[in-house]
């Protein structure tokens, strides 16, 4: 399949790189903003290419469970990774939760610095998926801003106050 569905989301945050950076980056930031409403938990967070990000998110007694492997990090300009649903152990596996859901999602966030404010641009496209796949994520992709929002409504909080403590 050559034509896959692409979701975008740019965003420009009142913050300077370096900070907007810190908060994708260092896991304590990242946990209070990365899965808005849940109890996000990073067990690994090994920011180099071929490193691992192990991520739960937790509400109730049920668990969400991802794995990313970096593909590419370049300092305050771009993250790379492959973004997979795991079960227990961390073995990928498919979705629980959304049938016929990619198995891998790439996905890119880009930051560009502008003043003492940062464009950020969050890319994600299914990774060697099926057409069945592709279409699952189509369809899902109107509903992603939602989530993505309210996580970066927490974000703007978290760089509000490093603003502050500067």
């Keep these: 399949m050559s034509d896959l569905p692409e979701y975008r989301l740019d965003r420009e945050f009142n913050a300077p790189v370096e900070m907007v950076w810190r908060a994708w980056t260092e896991p304590e930031?990242?946990?209070?903003?990365?899965?808005?409403?849940?109890e996000t938990t990073i067990h690994q967070f090994?920011?180099?290419?071929g490193g691992v990000w192990l991520?739960?998110?937790?509400?109730?007694?049920?668990s969400d469970r991802s794995k990313m492997v970096f593909k590419e990090v370049v300092v305050e300009q771009k993250l790379v990774w492959h973004h997979s649903s795991t079960d227990?152990?961390?073995?990928?596996?498919?979705?629980?939760?959304?049938?016929?859901?990619?198995?891998?999602?790439?996905a890119t966030v880009s930051f560009t610095s502008n003043d003492e404010k940062t464009q950020v641009r969050l890319t994600m496209?299914?990774?060697e998926a099926s057409e069945e796949e592709a279409n699952a994520f189509a369809q899902a992709m109107a509903g992603m801003d939602n989530g993505w929002g309210s996580g970066y409504k927490?974000?703007?909080?978290i760089?509000?106050?490093?603003?502050?403590?500067r």
């Excluded at 930031?29 to 849940?38: A, D, E, I, K």
């Excluded at 227990?88 to 790439?106: G, H, R």
């Excluded at 760089?159 to 403590?165: I, K, R, Y």
Aim: proline share 11%; no cysteine.
């Design 55 to 62: 991520n739960e998110m937790k509400w109730g007694d049920k």
């Design 88 to 106: 227990e152990d961390w073995n990928i596996v498919s979705n629980p939760m959304m049938p016929n859901w990619p198995k891998v999602l790439l």
């Design 154 to 157: 927490i974000l703007d909080e």
């Design 46 to 49: 090994d920011l180099k290419p």
């Design 29 to 38: 930031l990242l946990s209070r903003w990365y899965g808005p409403g849940v």
């Design 159 to 165: 760089l509000d106050q490093l603003n502050a403590e």
């Design 125 to 127: 496209v299914p990774f």
